[in-house]
């Protein structure tokens, strides 16, 4: 089983900037991809971005295209979400996924997710 541990969310200004970091028990080599995905109050989860582990394709959502940026760091074992030209719509609680097969099976991992806050 992985274990995944966010932290880097917090409050700050709408135009600021914060580095989210996700931290696993495992190598991340093991997984097929790694994401961060985000849920405002009373709306559903969304993707926000996602990277396939070996060969380091990434994808985003519209709304974070050219602000965010996700990478990983093989050594540490910890993906980030560098977050830029932040905005108050992206205040939401991020998560870490981890897409990991096990036994032909693909199964989904979250961390517990750290609370990101954009406000004036």
């Known amino acids: 089983q992985v274990q995944l541990v966010e932290s880097g969310g917090g409050l700050v200004q709408p135009g600021g900037s914060l580095r989210l970091s996700c931290a696993a028990s495992?190598?991340?080599?093991?997984?097929?991809?790694m994401g961060w995905f985000r849920q405002a109050p009373g709306k559903q989860r969304e993707l926000v971005a996602t990277?396939?582990?070996?060969?380091?394709?990434?994808n985003y959502v519209d709304s974070v295209k050219g602000r965010f940026t996700i990478s990983g760091d093989n050594v540490k074992n910890t993906v980030y979400l560098q977050m830029n030209s932040l905005k108050p719509e992206d205040t939401a609680v991020y998560y870490c996924?981890?897409?990991?097969?096990?036994?032909?099976?693909?199964?989904?991992?979250w961390g517990q997710g750290t609370q990101v806050t954009v406000s004036s």
């Open positions: 495992a190598s991340i080599f093991l997984s097929n991809a």
């Open positions: 990277m396939i582990t070996r060969g380091g394709a990434t």
């Open positions: 996924n981890a897409k990991i097969t096990q036994s032909g099976v693909e199964y989904d991992y």
